[in-house]
């Protein structure tokens, strides 16, 4: 069951024609399906039922409020990277003992705000942040749950951008420091070490990575029990990759198993923090055809979204698949998909292969509902796109577009 898909030759949003929000909303326009986010959380979490476990929905991914709102009220847990994220995932409803926090750079005051809100844990990664949790967590009379982050030196075989759990990565402390840093926590009044954590990369096609980095955790779990250092959880992380073009990542439930073969028998609480299986697939970029135009060397179909509506393909260089709103029939041409924005880097596609389409048409960008809006920016001076949830026959404003006083507001 797609929940993008075309009825009578025009593509619907679960069951509201796309034509009809953009006559109503303008484009660029972000789209959600309830359904689909809906569909992608329960898929992944039950993959995992017979293991204690929980699934924190990795933020960043796509941090609109009625999407974490939706996720929170499946039951859904949050893994968040910054107080900004904190912030929203509270504002959404998230139990705050359902929240983790990662990320290198935890600022005193975020720290702070996340013992204030009561998270279930801070995933730890490094020793100077260790001290500063103690130390913050002293002035507030609060002992912190800490997790250490683990940088197994797995290669994920993914992105060079978005491989994190490699030796010259910035993330995490390797196996022997994540000992001493274990250790340390005895020293400690204010820091009480629960879990282990892991995250090797993004976009992951294949289990095999997450094993490699699971076996070496479990071995780690080992030599912790043999200091007396007792944990709970076992935070494996995101990664979890998903169709874009032609790829086949694997299928929750097999990783699912997976886990739940190497893990019986240990008495750990998993936690996991998929976000782009979880929004990637939920979300489309729609977007106008402004002109078209040809040189010598290129067709190229000028859109009114740009790299800072959807980076990824500038940055990444990202395949995003690409098609007409509304199918014309007309013959296929090479195009590069251009947006309005000064750089040469500015483009949603290169040398895709797509029927002429014209000047005022439209085109949906798919799988734009993960790291799409949540890494936009208002460079060139372009409002952000309006964002809508839709859910069957309704639609929800899930965020306003940006207006040019919205530019400016901080300025004045
Ligand atoms: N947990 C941690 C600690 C992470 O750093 C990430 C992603 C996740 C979970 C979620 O990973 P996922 O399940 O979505 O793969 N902007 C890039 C992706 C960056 C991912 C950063 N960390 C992109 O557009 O591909």
């Known amino acids: 069951m797609h929940h993008f898909e075309y009825r009578d030759g025009v593509l619907h949003a679960e069951n509201v024609s796309v034509p009809d929000l953009v006559r109503q909303h303008g484009t660029p326009l ?32 796509n941090s609109n409020i009625a999407v974490l709102k939706l996720l929170a009220g499946l039951g859904a847990g949050m893994d968040i990277v910054s107080g900004g994220e904190l912030y929203r995932a509270l504002k959404a409803g998230v139990p705050p003992e359902r929240i983790v926090y990662s990320g290198v750079g935890k600022r005193a005051s975020e720290i702070g705000e996340a013992l204030e809100a009561g998270i279930l844990m801070f995933n730890v990664e490094s020793v100077a942040e260790l001290i500063k949790i103690d130390e913050v967590a002293g002035s507030m009379g609060k002992v912190a749950r800490v997790s250490f982050r683990i940088n197994p030196d797995v290669d994920p075989k993914t992105h060079p951008y978005i491989s994190t759990g490699m030796k010259k990565n910035k993330f995490g402390l390797d196996i022997e420091n994540s000992l001493a840093a274990y250790a340390m926590c005895a020293d400690l009044a204010n820091v009480e070490p629960v879990g282990m954590d892991c ?85 489309i970029l729609v977007t106008e055809v402004v002109y078209t135009k040809s040189s010598p060397a290129r067709n190229f179909l000028i859109v009114d979204a740009a790299m800072n509506d959807l980076v990824r393909p500038s940055l990444y260089g990202s395949f995003h698949r690409i098609e007409e709103v509304v199918p014309m029939g007309r013959d296929s041409l090479t195009f590069d998909v251009v947006g309005p924005i000064c750089e040469s880097g500015d483009f949603l596609a290169r040398e895709r ?11 949906a960008v798919f799988s734009a509902g993960a790291y799409g809006f949540t890494m936009a920016s208002n460079y060139n001076s372009r409002p952000r796109a309006c964002e809508l949830l839709v859910e ?7 965020r306003k577009r940006e207006t040019y006083q919205d530019l400016v507001d901080k300025e004045l």
């Open 30 to 61: 972000y789209i959600y399906s309830a359904a689909t986010l809906t569909r992608h959380f329960n898929a992944f979490d039950s993959a995992f039922d017979g293991l204690d476990h929980l699934t924190c929905y990795s933020v960043k991914a």
């Open 199 to 283: 995250h090797i990369g993004s976009q992951l096609t294949s289990i095999a990575p997450f094993m490699e980095a699971l076996d070496k955790l479990l071995d780690f779990h080992d030599r912790l029990k043999g200091m007396g250092i007792d944990i709970q959880y076992l935070d494996l992380g995101g990664g979890l990759g998903i169709t874009y073009d032609e790829e086949e990542p694997p299928h929750p439930t097999e990783f699912g198993q997976a886990l739940k073969d190497r893990l019986a028998g240990v008495p750990l609480k998993v936690i996991l923090e998929p976000g782009r299986v979880i929004a990637g697939n939920a979300g």
């Open 353 to 363: 292969v797509l029927p002429a389409v014209e000047q005022g048409e439209l085109l």
């Open 392 to 398: 069957g026959d309704k639609v929800t404003v899930a």
